[in-house]
């Protein structure tokens, strides 16, 4: 495969690299294309159905419903019940997902938890289960192969020679954490986007030991995943004028920690999503900003 290129970007007078695996693929792409590097490498014959679970617009269920209808598999996916405004507006990553044949499944949420921890008791030899948000060890390999492309881009030039730093936002941390574990010679910053510091350590902490060089920066104050701010969407546009589009998501509180607690040259690895965007976009304009 060709490795994803590097974009030079400027925000708020400050130059920053971009390795732009949002490009891999329109669905199946960055953070999560690598997550699921193994899986995509796995044999058709090896399963039947994948199953995960998690919000209705989460870039790691269209990846999944992208990745199942190129395997040929079933893909099954477990929510909380729908408010009525997601029934009425079937849009964004959901409705891409369901057009590319994923079985959505809604559980009362009082039963939701119970539920979702008893599908490994269920589930046969046939069946995969991914985690919410790709937080599977398997994800590891794939985290290897874009430290291995990182390497070869820095001999070959296409990544300045003098640029020790990545970057990657967080929701369950195993981007970060397996891509720290693979290039030790590197600072590799994160920050949590959903829940606080102790969260994400917590999840990362189930996947491995946390490597000395994978750094929390924390958040500017506490935000609420998928909740509109204005500061985010200014991010955002500021972002999209130096000729890149990234996720309302995660993006915005990532460059903020990094133009706020760092100041070296730094690699951003892109984590795509931008799908997720319309739906975003639409939240942001029913508040009137735009």
């Not at 919000?55 to 099954?76: H, P, R, V, Y």
Request: proline share 3%.
């Amino acid at each position: 495969m060709q490795y994803s290129s590097i974009s030079k970007i400027t925000l708020e007078g400050r130059v920053l690299f971009v390795k732009r695996d949002d490009l891999i693929d329109p669905h199946l792409a960055g953070n999560k294309y690598r997550k699921l590097y193994t899986l995509l490498q796995t044999p058709s014959s090896t399963y039947d159905t994948i199953v995960s679970y998690g919000g209705t617009q989460s870039n790691a269920m269209l990846a999944i419903a992208a990745m199942a209808q190129k395997k040929e598999w079933n893909f099954t996916y477990y929510t909380k019940q729908l408010s009525q405004t997601q029934r009425k507006q079937l849009s964004g990553n959901f409705a891409h997902a369901l057009a590319l044949g994923m079985e959505h499944i809604e559980l009362e949420d009082a039963l939701y938890r119970e539920y979702i921890a008893s599908l490994r008791l269920t589930a046969d030899s046939r069946t995969f289960i991914v985690d919410q948000g790709g937080a599977i060890g398997e994800a590891k390999v794939g985290l290897e192969v874009l430290a291995q492309e990182i390497i070869a881009q820095k001999k070959s030039g296409a990544i300045e020679s003098d640029i020790y730093s990545l970057s990657t936002p967080s929701g369950t941390g195993t981007t970060a954490l397996f891509l720290a574990l693979a290039l030790p010679e590197y600072k590799v910053y994160t920050t949590p986007c959903i829940g606080d510091v102790a969260y994400l350590k917590e999840q990362m902490s189930a996947l491995a030991e946390l490597p000395k060089n994978l750094i929390i920066l924390p958040p500017k104050k506490k935000y609420h995943f998928a909740k509109p701010y204005k500061e985010f969407l200014e991010i955002y546009k500021k972002l999209l004028k130096s000729g890149v589009e990234f996720d309302l998501l995660y993006a915005p509180s990532m460059f903020e920690a990094l133009l706020e607690q760092t100041n070296e040259k730094i690699l951003y690895i892109h984590s795509g999503g931008v799908s997720g965007n319309e739906s975003m976009l639409a939240r942001y304009s029913q508040k009137g900003w735009s």
